[in-house]
């Protein structure tokens, strides 16, 4: 598979005026307080029950494409909704920037790192993937009385050797791959890329609607004990098709069957002479009414009150992805790559109309998951991530600690408003994220010693991390 290139975001796409953020992080227009919205403060109490979770991933969204976020062209009402039941984050981050590694960080609770599949950024081929050995939330949340179910993008190994049904879920219907062809499912192997377990299952209407229908049909269900779904589409991530784009998708369709290598075929999937700012809109559009639906299905089904739901994108934008003010998009670890829109709700324990700007991961919903549902992480396998259980439940501090990321190209680490930061060149810079989320004022010349020390405490943990092969 071709490298994809890590190309700078330098563009704007719209408008929108910065505002200063109250509270204790960021100031820019997205994560604003909104008037609605009041700092987060924990709700005393318990619920006496284990929730259900719902894990909701967009594909490549990114941090402000959402209007609660700031995007002023794209409308989103139902996650807009979702965060007003909820909590809004500011400074959520993805795991990574790319896709799989994400993924990786989720589901075992780890750096990618800590794994040979997460090496790959991303996963490409049949010899990579997530060890079946290897403990993951689902296998962990099953262990303690979970259903588990994985809908939508895999995207962590293919068969024969890999699949969500060997890594704990007790379900799996979607694609194995990173992408595919939005109608006729083909997918970044050339092949066809719909699955219910390790079948194929044929269906070729526009994939977003089959994801939503079969994720509306698992919360519909009765269900007798807790259970996970981690429901992962593949909206808005590229090709740029919305539904009523057949045609469009049957021309890179063609391409991809007459491809004489996997480069051609990821050529096609990459749709460089199409999509627009508009198509883009469209797509994230079509996101938040599949979110909607199965929202709609998880209120019908009277399971709303005690399931905890979580919104978030894998990584960072690119393209059309309106991520102002943020500077860099997927594929690196400036906060255009890696912050990502992250929404929480559950009503039992979790008051509405709130937001919080305390900087996470995506390991640390791994933690806080399997805290929340009465499961033990493997000792053999401790987790990197911190559980905000305690912020969530019952108003505690989170401990001081240092967020931590690794890409072949980038090496990045935040420490409170601290953001060290190494670039393809190697050339490290310091960022006062306080004061210029944009990244553009480098304080390395001023901070020496802070650097320093950053720099010494990102080696520390990444001495730790498996090599990448050569």
């Not at 006729?184 to 377990?197: A, I, P, R, T, V």
């Not at 044929?202 to 609607?209: E, G, M, Q």
């Amino acid at each position: 598979m071709p490298e994809i290139s890590r190309r700078a975001f330098g563009g704007l796409v719209g408008g929108g005026a910065v505002t200063t953020v109250a509270g204790t992080s960021t100031a820019a227009a997205a994560p604003a307080e909104r008037p609605s919205e009041r700092p987060f403060e924990a709700r005393p109490g318990s619920s006496g029950r284990r929730p259900n979770f719902l894990v909701v991933l967009g594909d490549d969204l990114g941090w402000a494409d959402l209007s609660c976020y700031g995007a002023p062209h794209i409308r989103t009402p139902h996650l807009d909704r979702l965060a007003r039941q909820g909590v809004r984050f500011t400074d959520a981050y993805s795991g990574s920037a790319t896709c799989s590694p994400t993924r990786f960080s989720l589901y075992t609770g780890r750096y990618p790192g800590r794994t040979r599949g997460g090496l790959a950024e991303p996963v490409g081929n049949r010899t990579q993937g997530l060890d079946p050995n290897h403990p993951t939330l689902a296998s962990l949340l099953k262990k303690a009385g979970y259903d588990t179910a994985l809908i939508g993008k895999w995207h962590c190994g293919w068969l024969p050797d890999f699949s969500p049904t060997r890594s704990g879920w007790d379900e799996f219907f979607g694609n194995f791959g990173g992408v595919l062809e939005y109608f006729s499912k083909l997918g970044q192997l050339g092949e066809y890329d719909l699955y219910e377990g390790d079948a194929e299952y044929k269906d070729l209407r526009y994939y977003t609607t089959v994801v939503t229908e079969r994720a509306v049909e698992y919360v519909g269900r009765k269900h007798d004990r807790p259970w996970l779904l981690n429901l992962n589409f593949t909206t808005p991530h590229w090709p740029w098709l919305a539904e009523g784009d057949a045609e469009t998708g049957a021309g890179i369709a063609a391409r991809i069957r007459s491809a004489t290598s996997q480069g051609e075929v990821v050529a096609a999937l990459n749709h460089y002479d199409g999509g627009s700012v508009e198509k883009y809109t469209e797509m994230v559009q079509s996101l938040d009414a599949a979110v909607g639906e199965v929202l709609d299905a998880l209120r019908r089904s009277g399971q709303e009150e005690n399931t905890l739901v979580l919104f978030a994108s894998d990584n960072g934008g690119e393209r059309y992805s309106y991520n102002w003010p943020l500077s860099g998009e997927k594929f690196v670890l400036l906060e255009g790559g890696i912050r990502v829109p992250a929404i929480v709700r559950w009503p039992a324990r979790v008051d509405g109309r709130q937001v919080s700007h305390e900087p996470h991961f995506s390991p640390d919903w791994t933690a806080t998951l399997l805290e929340l549902g009465g499961a033990r992480p493997d000792p053999a396998y401790p987790l990197d991530g911190t559980s905000l259980a305690g912020y969530l439940l019952r108003g505690e501090a989170l401990p001081e600690r240092d967020l931590f990321w690794r890409v072949r190209a980038n090496r990045a680490l935040r420490r409170g408003d601290w953001k060290y930061y190494r670039d393809a060149d190697g050339v490290d810079h310091l960022y006062d994220l306080g004061a210029d989320l944009r990244e553009q004022a480098d304080r390395a010349r001023d901070e020496p010693e802070l650097l320093a020390e950053l720099r010494a405490s990102w080696e520390r943990t990444a001495s730790g991390l498996l090599p990448y092969p050569a």
